[in-house]
């Protein structure tokens, strides 16, 4: 079968650095994608990574491991712009995204 | 702005009623998904189109849900005889297979609300 996880809620201090794990089982991957939903609006893309390893953009870097099945978020510098729901989701044999239920991530000052 | 649009972007009716909603995707991506998503959860996967044909549709949507994207541009999906169940976040997305990243980009969504 499919499944992936994610922790609920995670908090954060201003100008910290914080990870976001997740973990999934698929029999078809086709990669996995990282998403960034600010309350009341549409997921915005982040990053995508079909091999393993870690791809840095900015702030954020993203890594995974196809072997372990397990990939995660890295934001670094937090701001309070931050704070937002983080959405893993992995890309099956179809190419059809799979989807976390989200992260909801708090930052303070 | 992904350069997904949808339309409207609020919609409230009472129950039993029909409603519809359109979707324009980036222009040449091939395909188009149609998600339904609820507070604290992630997109819930409805339909999808490569091109003008509907590949798949999810096995846990009732058959008052019907999409269609004709001429493979656009997108409209209908929701007939709402029901409370249906008020939700509907998103849009688009993405070009095999065009490298996969990734897809979604529209604001149109939210909603059936009294």
């Known amino acids: 079968g499919q499944n992936i996880d994610q922790p609920t809620e995670m908090t954060a201090t201003e100008g910290a650095i914080v990870q976001i794990n997740c973990t999934y089982q698929t029999s078809g991957f086709n990669g996995l994608f990282w998403y960034q939903q600010h309350a009341g609006e549409a997921p915005t893309f982040l990053s995508y990574?079909?091999l393993d390893g870690l791809e840095e953009k900015g702030r954020f870097s993203s890594f995974l491991s196809r072997s372990k099945g397990y990939s995660y978020l890295l934001l670094k510098e937090l701001q309070m712009k931050d704070s937002a729901s983080y959405l893993c989701a992995f890309m099956d044999s179809n190419y059809q995204l799979i989807w976390g239920a989200g992260t909801k991530l708090i930052i303070k000052p | 702005d992904t350069g997904v649009s949808q339309d409207p972007r609020h919609k409230i009716t009472k129950r039993g009623q029909n409603v519809t909603f359109r979707c324009d995707p980036i222009?040449?991506?091939?395909?188009l998904y149609w998600y339904r998503q609820t507070l604290g959860q992630g997109p819930e996967f409805l339909t999808y189109?490569?091109?003008?044909?509907?590949?798949?549709k999810s096995r846990l949507l009732s058959d008052r849900f019907s999409a269609e994207r004709p001429k493979g541009s656009f997108s409209t999906l209908e929701i007939q005889r709402t029901e409370q169940g249906d008020s939700a976040m509907y998103l849009c997305?688009?993405?070009?297979?095999?065009?490298?990243?996969?990734?897809?980009?979604f529209g604001p969504g149109t939210r909603l609300t059936v009294t």
């Open positions: 997305a688009s993405s070009l297979v095999g065009g490298g990243g996969n990734e897809q980009y």
């Open positions: 990574n079909v």
């Open positions: 222009s040449e991506h091939n395909r």
């Open positions: 189109f490569q091109n003008e044909a509907q590949l798949e």
